[in-house]
């Protein structure tokens, strides 16, 4: 590792590499190591998160960097079972950007803030000369008040049964048609969403959620991966329920990746234990947001450490944390 | 205002103009409209503060950009009487940078963050493609306990007197210095340091803060002028008070600049009551950090919202806060 590639943002094994060599290592403390999606802090009560964003192209069918910004931390605080409540936001702009666009931008991030019931409360705004940065990057960082504790990665049972709550894949394919200039003429738009607004159901309606998390860089390959390690359990996932659209999977085909890994900007993993599968199940169909959601598999200790894909004929492999390059600037 | 420009990041009165007209206006609430160095969160009880560094060139005489992105936000929480606690840390790479340049830059956040007792517990890791950033930004986002509270830029009163804490402009001159290839072969490096063991001893011995700011961006000029205008008083500066040592001075004459606008990283002004002056320089004086430290001027009604600078052969003109393009990614 001599130097930074772009294999190294992939959010799979090249970028676990350079974060647990490089920032974990000098960082080093409880909270951090635990791998959360954010950090719990004060004693149990808040949740703490930061994503920059870069997206390439900054606007797209279904979002535009804004509302990519706003969502991706929010989700990242209600995947701890936390409410969005205080936001920062700090931009850097290329000289000569457009202030129409700018303002667009902006506005989007307002209506996804209000669907979070959020408020920036700090920013920073940085212009650097043409040629120092593509045009414009979003750092959004959030605190959320726990809502439900102990949702964790470290804890998943075996049993535990496994559900997606969105086709998968629809963000990453939506900015690859988007870059390479593929019009599909077809209904095929990022799934980016807010994502609190089901969590705060789920709980309301007494699911114990035992692990969450938002399947963006690397999809659920590798959330999958990052669970079946950090709980030590073998993820049993059956090919044949995993919800994608033709849309996605013609995207695939062109690209030779798989759903699985491509990004999704407004889906999450949950692992909840089998007596409350239908009454959850039942729930995320009623939200226009989840309503593909789909049980996908099953927790269990066949292969420690492992995801296994089940295929409709018998066979089985296993799926892998990502490598390599996937999609650079996908969010 | 059609496209952002460079003076749009200079932290005086077009940022303002941006940061009013498209950010405050969308996001509008009554925390961020205080325009603190800090949001106020929890019943008063924490700040909560963003900062994105795009500083270049990445390593400089007196710091790099990790230690700059460690000083900048903790300081930003300390100027609110905030004890540094927690701190996320979002970097945005470019592919093909060295990792041993990355260790370095980690390793001075980890020195920096010792100095604050504050602990970085979220991340986020993005690498973009050669041309889609220069080299590297960081962001970073704290989250502080306030021990003093009621330090605020909207109450100071007349008679007050304005300290700053270092003599004015190195950063700013240093960068300068570096990027034009100028060598002093002299001691002119950053005034880049960590401002919280300052303020606890401030604090600790009984100073009550009026209001506080580090003088980044705008330089001292640009919070003098938003204090002004936010308490509603005159704020009479004596020109052969303002501490500027003389390698600052001749980077000001070679630039056209004022020292008084130029950015510092780790020098702080500050307002407090008459009676408290001398207990707070002696305190200042006996800290390596704050050695420099001068009484500049004091607060009176004369020009309500302005900065007037008194020179010493007894002329007086007005200071306003700095506009056009300054010195881009100083920070």
């Known amino acids: 590792m001599k130097t930074v590639t772009l294999a190294h943002g992939n959010g799979g094994q090249e970028n676990n590499e350079l974060i647990s060599k490089v920032f974990y290592k000098a960082f080093k403390n409880e909270i951090l190591e635990k791998s959360e999606d954010a ?50 936001c700090s931009v850097i702009i290329e000289e000569g950007f457009e202030v129409e666009t700018l303002k667009r931008i902006v506005n989007s991030m307002k209506i996804e803030l209000e669907k979070n019931g959020a408020y920036v409360v700090s920013g920073d705004t940085k212009v650097v000369p043409r040629g120092s940065v593509d045009k414009i990057f979003i750092n959004t960082t959030g605190i ?3 809502k439900q504790k102990g949702i964790s990665s470290n804890e998943i049972l075996e049993d535990d049964v496994i ?4 086709s998968v894949g629809k963000h990453g394919a939506t900015i690859f048609a988007a870059r390479e200039g593929i019009d599909f003429s077809s209904s095929l738009e990022s799934d980016c ?7 705060e159901k789920l709980i309301e309606n007494g699911i114990k959620i035992r692990a969450l998390r938002d399947a963006t860089r690397g999809g659920v390959s590798a959330v999958l991966n990052e669970w079946a390690k950090q709980s030590n359990i073998c993820v049993e996932i059956d090919e044949e329920k995993i919800p994608v659209t033709d849309e996605v999977n013609g995207v695939c085909e062109m690209l030779g990746f798989e759903a699985l890994s491509l990004a999704n900007e407004g889906t999450f993993v949950m692992a909840i234990s089998k007596d409350q599968e239908e009454k959850a199940m039942d729930i995320l169909k009623s939200i226009d947001t989840t309503k593909e959601a789909a049980i996908i598999g099953t927790v269990s200790s066949k292969h420690l450490g492992k995801v296994v894909l089940n295929s409709p004929w018998g066979t089985a492999r296993f799926i892998d944390l990502p490598t390599g390059e996937l999609l650079p600037r996908i969010c």
């Open 193 to 199: 969403a807010s994502l609190w607004p089901v969590v």
């Open 163 to 166: 559900i997606v709550s969105n």
């Open 144 to 146: 959320g008040e726990i």
């Open 39 to 88: 950090a719990v802090i004060q004693d149990g009560t808040l949740a703490f998160s930061t994503d920059s964003f870069t997206v390439s192209p900054i606007e797209f069918a279904g979002a535009d960097i804004g509302k990519l910004a706003v969502c991706g931390t929010c989700n990242d605080l209600a995947m701890m079972g936390a409410k969005p409540k205080y936001l920062t």
